[in-house]
């Protein structure tokens, strides 16, 4: 979106600098504190992000056509690991705990597979206005969904951009490792409105299957079953 600002390769990049949570404002949080002003006052076209069900969204992002929802979804096993390292920092408790209650549907955002078809059913339906990507398939291949999300996003690469390697700077500069060891994501805190976190608790692994590291073989198996049967009939799995 900024890359014409703000070139990639650039060595005054804002993302070599800043949290990324600085770069993008989290629209549920600027809400809950009662800074919604903050948002307007963004140049068009805003960039936000939100860990909101689709239903909880407003008629002026889901029924406007100029809007553009990109969801990133996840191996729900991984996720819930992912969450559980995350807020364990700010709330000691059992990754028992967690999973227990991810089983019966209760969750930070809402059962699990209800987040994930309220978004994949939008997509289906709306392709041009809900992207859904894979964060598995977005390891494999970044630049290959670089090219994929500036198409949607109305940014497509030209040939002048893909001869002189932007594609690929942008998932240099955006890669896990890349963010994870700059200064600006190793000190500092995301002070938010009930929990502060620490930028370097959003950067762990970042990797695929490491639910293997904290769920039983029996636990997986539950937790497949159930989400299974929620996601029956839709045509999002997860094997």
Request: aromatic share 10%; proline share 8%; with cysteine.
């Amino acid at each position: 979106m900024a890359r014409g600002a703000h070139p990639p390769a650039g060595a005054q990049h804002p993302l070599l600098r800043m949290n990324p949570h600085e770069c993008v404002p989290f629209m549920d949080e600027l809400f809950t504190a009662g800074q919604d002003a903050r948002l307007e006052a963004l140049p068009s076209p805003r960039l936000m992000h939100t860990h909101m069900h689709r239903s909880l969204l407003p008629a002026s992002v889901t029924h406007n056509p100029d809007c553009k929802i990109v969801f990133i979804c996840r191996d729900p096993k991984d996720m819930l690991v992912s969450l559980w390292h995350f807020l364990k920092g700010v709330r000691p408790f059992t990754f028992a705990d967690l999973f227990n209650s991810a089983c019966e549907g209760k969750s930070p955002n809402g059962p699990i597979w209800d987040h994930l078809l309220g978004y994949w059913s939008a997509s289906k339906t709306s392709p041009d206005n809900v992207l859904f990507l894979r964060y598995e398939e977005m390891l494999i291949d970044p630049v290959g969904h670089v090219r994929k999300l500036a198409r949607f996003i109305g940014q497509p690469f030209s040939h002048t951009d893909e001869a002189a390697g932007i594609p690929a700077d942008i998932v240099k500069l955006c890669s896990f490792d890349k963010l994870k060891g700059l200064s600006a994501n190793k000190a500092g805190s995301y002070d938010g409105k009930i929990f502060n976190f620490s930028h370097e608790s959003f950067f762990r692994k970042g990797v695929a299957g490491d639910w293997v590291n904290n769920m039983t073989p029996e636990m997986a198996q539950r937790f497949d079953t159930i989400i299974e049967d929620k996601l029956r009939g839709s045509g999002l799995t997860f094997k």
